[in-house]
Nanobody
């Protein structure tokens, strides 16, 4: 069974840090692009980061560049999103995604193969 399970969300004050984890199972993890999305109330879902270990490609959206860092622990089929200098506007549900063909270029990908259920991140001012 294919699964993506996010963890590490919670509440933090502005300026603080959180590390999200995405644990994957049921597929060949390092052959896939692994992405992070977020969705805040009343806003469209935003792709914020992506990593493809096969060619080393990493992408960050401008909204998080310089503050967030994506990394992988392939032996554990896990991708992390280290979030530093958090701002109230980072408050959202964060989702982990996986896709076999996406190149992590940052261009729109209409259909990701797999989605996690999301983890809530709340940043207070």
């Amino acid at each position: 069974e294919v699964q993506l399970v996010e963890s590490g969300g919670g509440s933090v004050q502005a300026g603080g840090s959180l590390r999200l984890s995405c644990a994957a199972s049921g597929f060949t993890f390092d052959d896939y692009a692994i992405g992070w999305f977020r969705q805040a109330p009343g806003k469209e879902r935003e792709g914020i980061s992506c990593i493809r270990n096969s060619d080393g490609t990493i992408y960050y959206a401008d909204s998080v560049k310089g503050r967030f860092s994506i990394s992988s622990a392939n032996a554990k089929n896990t991708v992390f999103l280290q979030m530093n200098s958090l701002k109230p506007e980072d408050t959202a549900v964060y989702y982990c995604t996986a896709d076999y063909t996406y190149d992590c270029s940052g261009t729109y990908n209409p259909l990701w193969d797999y989605w996690g259920q999301g983890t809530q991140v709340t940043v207070s001012s």
